[in-house]
């Protein structure tokens, strides 16, 4: 079983930055795709970005060009940084890796993390 770590949540005022960390422990061959998504009270749980093995980066129209999702393949660690936050950013952030456990295997697996808070004030 893979366990992912997060870390980087907080309280910041808008127009603020913080950046989220997601590291992924366990039995992994390789990582094919990491992704951060959220969820904010009244809200369904949203692609906020993801990024492949080949370092191909897909973000939510409502964080382009706020938000940059980077990965360090030797640390299995996904990084979230957030700029100029806004209000409506508040939301539960939840870690997401795609992965397969050995080379035999031509499937994957998906692990979800517990999630940090970011809240955004005014």
């Known amino acids: 079983q893979v366990q992912l770590v997060e870390s980087g949540g907080g309280l910041v005022q808008a127009g603020g930055s913080l950046r989220l960390s997601c590291a992924a422990s366990?039995?992994?061959?390789?990582?094919?795709?990491m992704g951060w998504y959220r969820q904010a009270p009244g809200n369904q749980r949203e692609l906020v970005a993801s990024i492949t093995s080949g370092t191909n980066t897909d973000y939510a129209e409502s964080v382009k060009g706020r938000f940059t999702i980077s990965r360090d393949n030797a640390k299995n660690t996904v990084y979230l940084q957030m700029n100029s936050l806004k209000p409506e950013d508040t939301a539960v952030y939840v870690c997401?890796?795609?992965?397969?456990?050995?080379?035999?295997?031509?499937?994957?697996?998906?692990?979800w993390g517990q999630g940090t808070q970011v809240t955004v004030s005014s």
């Open positions: 997401k890796v795609v992965y397969i456990r050995s080379p035999s295997q031509s499937y994957t697996y998906g692990v």
């Open positions: 366990g039995s992994i061959f390789r990582i094919n795709t």
